[in-house]
């Protein structure tokens, strides 16, 4: 599950590529399930609820994608000395503390 | 920018539909977006830093959605003594607030 | 569980001030832990832990407070056709879904 | 700005310590006021005004602290090759990004 960074670039394995195009295209389909409803004029709660369901999904596909960085690039970069890799995660983290 | 509510319907403006409309088409080109940048090894927080700000376009979509459906639907069952528009409401308040 | 407006105050029962200020004096309480936690030298994410249960407090005290506002002085002021109170509450809403 | 971890405690310098201190006497002072707004029963939403801004204030003193885990006892645990640190590091965040 873990990502190697170079050069601004993160490789990633074909399995944790995948784990992660699927939750961005199931999200995709939730955008779009919100867009059919709002085409059928329905109800506005029921929609709210639709879309909390989304940013859900939106905040696990963050997770996971984190994790992946941390235990990858952050923790390969601290051991080689690029303290600045915290930096950059510092102010990601922020963003998403928010 | 008001909505009426009838039978658990919701009839929107057209005006207001089309915003609507136009704000979750936006949402899902970021997430296209998104699986693009992981298609091309893009670097972890660079794609958390655009995640960051789709959460954001969905919450603006949430705000909107629930400004339309208070000053509509709630305020006019309210007047009508429908009061149980108000347990829905909070309901729904308590999962967009976590 | 309601509160009445009047003037830009509101009158509560006396048992929801009572359990409002509950809310508020255990919070007062969880800060004080965590006080004694730094001052103890504890561990970082375990001071974390115990400020995000802090969080969870607020929220709580926030959603009960929101829910006894808008059943009682957002309906009655709807009621009585003073509209303007639906703009503080989508103001004050905007706030606490950041 | 870092902290340096030993069996569970944090050693933190003077002056981080009295930093977060001084944002927790703060962040109390913040709670006391709603106590008293709620006692002279001030308006729902100018208390919910107060309360998002208390919120905010404990997100900035978690920020903080994070930070200086992560420089501090995260990246020299990394260096020791203790790599469980992140484990409970990614677990904090989860809780802190709900």
Known sequence: MECCC????TL???EEKKKLMHRL???EGQIRGIKGMLENDA???DILVQSAAAGAALNAFN???LNSHVRG???SDIRSGNDEVIDDLMNTLYKLMK
């Open 43 to 45: 109800y506005c709660t």
């Open 12 to 14: 990633r394995t074909e």
């Open 73 to 75: 690039c952050v923790a």
């Open 63 to 65: 997770r996971e994608l």
């Open 25 to 27: 295209s199931r999200l």
């Open 6 to 9: 170079h050069n601004k670039q």
